[in-house]
C-alpha cells in the first residue's frame, strides 16, 4: 500500500476501517461524539454501574433459524448463568448450538422469541448482560452494552495487516472514544507488554507469527476493559505451540479476575477453565467444575 493511503486510512474513522467482524461486535453507535442525549445517559448508566453476580444469563433460550418447512432449532430451551470472574469453557460437536449460545451471550444476536407455532416461549426466551435484556434494549443500546460489558475474540485474529500492533489494539479505544488518542496509544502499548510483546509495538501485523497475531486480537479485545472476555474458538487457526501459548495466556487473564467465556474444541484448552459446559443438539448435557 502507497505512503499516502496509508496515512490516509490511519486518519480514518475507526468505522471505516475496522474489519466487518469487529466492527459489528462494537456496534455502529460506539462512537462516543455521535450519541444523542439518551444514549449518552444510557451509556453513562452503563459505566458508574457496579457489575451483577451473574453477568452474563441464559434464561429458556430458543433460536430458531430459518422459514416454514426449513426451520432449524439451534438452541432449544438453554439456561444458564455465569458470575464476574469465571472462567468457563463450552464445548460440543460442530452443531450443537455453542457458537449460536455465545453471540446471544455477548449480544450480537437475539433469542428467537415464538415457536414454529407461533406461540411465546413460557418462560420467556432472554439473554441478560449485566442485568440487561438484550430483546428489550434498542439497536443502539445494545451496541452500547457490547461496547462497554463485552470483548469478542474471533477464531481469525481480523488484523490491519498495514496498521502496526499497537494501532490495531488502539481502533476499539478510538472508536468508542472515551480515551485521548495519547492515553488509548499509550494503555495499546501496555496491554502488548503485558502479554510479552514490547518489541513488538510498532510492527505492522502483516510481519508478526500467527501466535503474536492472536495476542493483538485479544489485547484489542481487552481494549475498552470489558466485563467478560467471549472467545469463539481462538486457538482453532494456530499450531500446537502456538495455541499453547493463547491457553497460558487466558489462564493469565483469569487469574486477575477476568471473566472468560470460551467456545473450543480443544477438550485440553477447555479443561483448563474452572468450569466446563458441554453442549448437544441445542441443550447444555453437562455442566461441571474442572480440577483447575
Not at 490511519?10 to 461486535?25: I, K, Q
Not at 458508574?48 to 418447512?69: F, I, S, T
Not at 469463539?232 to 500446537?240: C, I, K, M, Y
Amino acid at each position: 500500500m502507497a505512503r499516502t493511503d496509508l496515512e490516509r486510512k490511519r486518519r480514518a474513522s475507526p468505522a471505516d476501517v475496522l474489519p466487518e467482524p469487529v466492527r459489528r461486535s462494537l456496534g455502529p453507535a460506539a462512537m462516543a461524539a455521535t450519541l444523542e442525549p439518551g444514549d449518552r445517559e444510557f451509556a453513562a448508566s452503563l459505566a458508574k454501574a457496579p457489575h451483577a453476580k451473574a453477568l452474563l444469563r441464559a434464561q429458556n433460550v430458543h433460536r430458531l433459524l430459518g422459514e416454514g418447512d426449513n426451520v432449524n432449532e439451534v438452541l432449544k430451551g438453554v439456561w444458564l448463568e455465569i458470575d464476574a470472574e469465571e472462567y468457563v469453557s463450552i464445548v460440543g460437536a460442530s452443531g450443537s448450538g455453542k457458537s449460536t449460545l455465545l453471540y446471544l451471550l455477548g449480544g450480537l444476536d437475539r433469542p428467537t422469541q415464538k415457536d414454529t407455532k407461533g406461540q411465546l416461549f413460557d418462560p420467556p426466551s432472554r439473554i441478560f448482560v449485566d442485568s440487561h435484556d438484550t430483546y428489550g434494549l434498542r439497536d443502539n443500546h445494545l451496541a452500547l452494552l457490547r461496547n462497554e460489558k463485552v470483548g469478542f475474540v474471533f477464531q481469525f485474529h481480523y488484523l490491519l495487516k498495514e496498521f502496526t500492533a499497537q494501532e490495531n489494539v488502539c481502533l476499539p479505544m478510538f472508536k468508542l472514544g472515551r480515551l485521548s488518542r495519547s492515553d488509548a496509544l499509550e494503555r495499546g502499548a501496555m496491554l502488548l507488554k503485558q502479554f510479552g510483546m514490547a518489541d513488538k509495538i510498532r510492527r505492522r501485523a502483516n510481519r508478526l507469527s500467527g501466535g503474536e497475531q492472536q495476542r493483538v486480537a485479544i489485547a484489542r479485545a481487552l481494549a475498552n476493559e470489558p466485563a467478560v472476555l467471549l472467545a469463539d474458538e481462538p486457538t482453532g487457526n494456530l499450531d500446537r505451540r502456538n495455541g499453547e501459548l493463547v491457553a497460558d495466556l487466558f489462564a493469565e487473564i483469569s487469574a486477575r479476575g477476568q471473566a472468560i467465556v470460551m467456545v473450543t474444541h480443544d477438550l485440553a484448552l477447555a479443561k483448563k477453565a474452572s468450569r466446563m459446559i458441554t453442549m448437544e443438539d441445542g441443550n447444555i448435557v453437562r455442566d461441571e467444575r474442572t480440577s483447575v
